[in-house]
């Protein structure tokens, strides 16, 4: 069970809700997890009240440092500590990028990074709403090429992680040992038809696997951008 969306750690009463989900799901093996911006967290008595209400793993959103104000990202790193401090690991740190120039900042800070107990870093194209409604959108194979680009410069291998849940909207890949996920959200103009042959929405469509909007780009001329 995740709890995402908004902000979970803005409701007072946030450990009961997770003590009462525990309390209807833990039968059936079901864990709790929570997707947070990690501010209440920095606060390790608060994180300590959710772990004894029975939270079992963290997504921490992150982003780049530039994006931030001082304070909101030591904050946010401080929770990240804490994380790893009372619960032993964190499941996901996620960045989220305005253009492909913020790729190498982002690979810059996971590196720094990648010594804690981390399981996972996501990047995350950001998406036509909110406070970036005029992004420009980032297709997966855009954002996929531009870290092989900057695995090339570095001498760091990419490879790709076919075991995971690779799908239009995921794709998981290791920058030498670190393991990412890539995020988009396509829509019928944005969506991605030019990956590699080990996957793309053509690959999921032969496996069984239909999307109602790829039949839309199929006929729409603008779909072709990218594949």
């Known amino acids: 069970i995740l709890l995402q969306c908004a902000e979970a750690t803005t409701r007072e009463d946030l450990d009961e809700v997770i003590r009462r989900i525990k309390k209807i799901f833990d039968q059936e093996g079901e864990g709790v ?14 994180l300590e009240r959710l772990v004894e209400a029975g939270l079992d793993k963290i997504y921490l959103s992150l982003h780049l440092r530039k994006d931030l104000t001082k304070d909101v990202y030591y904050k946010k790193i401080e929770a990240l500590e804490n994380i ?10 996620m960045f989220t990028i305005d253009n492909l120039d913020d790729v190498q900042l982002v690979l810059n800070e996971i590196r720094e990074m990648s010594t804690k107990r981390i399981k996972q870093f996501r990047i995350r194209t950001a998406q036509n709403f909110g406070k970036t409604h005029n992004a420009s959108p980032i297709f997966m194979s855009e954002l996929y090429n531009e870290i092989q680009r900057i695995g090339a410069l570095d001498s760091t291998p990419i490879d790709f992680m076919p075991e995971m849940d690779n799908n239009i909207f995921n794709y998981n890949v290791k920058y030498g040992d670190i393991p990412l996920r890539l995020i988009t959200c396509p829509d019928k103009y944005t969506i991605d038809l030019n990956i590699n042959d080990r996957f793309g929405p053509m690959r999921i469509a032969k496996d069984g696997i239909i999307y109602n909007f790829i039949y839309s780009v199929i006929l729409d001329e603008r779909g072709y951008k990218h594949g």
Request: contains cysteine.
């Open 84 to 93: 790893v401090r009372v619960m032993g690991e964190c499941e996901s740190v």
């Open 33 to 46: 997890s929570l997707l947070t911006n990690g501010i209440k967290l920095a606060d390790i008595s608060y």
